[in-house]
């Protein structure tokens, strides 16, 4: 089973995704990127909120930097997803545009089942590369 860690602020939609995804995922949930950093292990893939709102009593880390950080960290870097509520499915290529460094963008419009299949179709395709980069 793969696992994935959501980063996001609004705990009701992280419980839906645990719920809705924990037959096909094991789905770890943080609040900020600060609690995330803190229990950081390998992830397959890890959806990141765009808009994660600063915390008083901690660092305040944007979206795109926990996506630098990952990325450029990381010996073996997960997957990273940056998801949105405020930009809808026509606009991903602002999304794209807002963070690059992301793997993939998506917005929380799409719905469960496509999010669902989407993730996992990116960790699919990230797996087959992997294994036939390890093949050559």
């Known amino acids: 089973m793969y696992t994935i860690a959501v980063v996001d602020d609004d705990i009701h939609w992280c419980y ?3 719920r809705f995804f924990r037959n096909e995922l094991e789905v770890y949930t943080f609040p ?3 609690a ?3 229990q950081l292990f390998d992830y397959d893939l890890v959806i990141v909120d765009y808009s994660i709102p ?4 901690e660092e305040n880390i944007q979206s795109c930097e926990l996506i630098h950080h990952l990325k450029t960290n990381l010996r073996y870097p997960p997957l990273v997803v940056l998801i949105s509520g405020y930009i809808s499915k026509s606009d991903t290529e602002l999304g794209r545009k807002i ?3 992301a793997d993939a963008f998506l ?3 799409s719905g469960l089942d496509e999010l669902l299949q989407q993730i996992k179709q990116l960790i699919a395709s990230s797996k087959k590369q ?3 980069s390890h093949s050559l």
């Open 16 to 18: 839906v995704i645990e």
């Open 130 to 132: 992997s294994s036939y």
């Open 107 to 109: 917005t929380k419009d």
């Open 54 to 57: 600063p915390v008083n009593y």
């Open 36 to 38: 995330f950093l803190k």
């Open 32 to 34: 900020t990127p600060s």
């Open 99 to 101: 963070c690059p460094e």
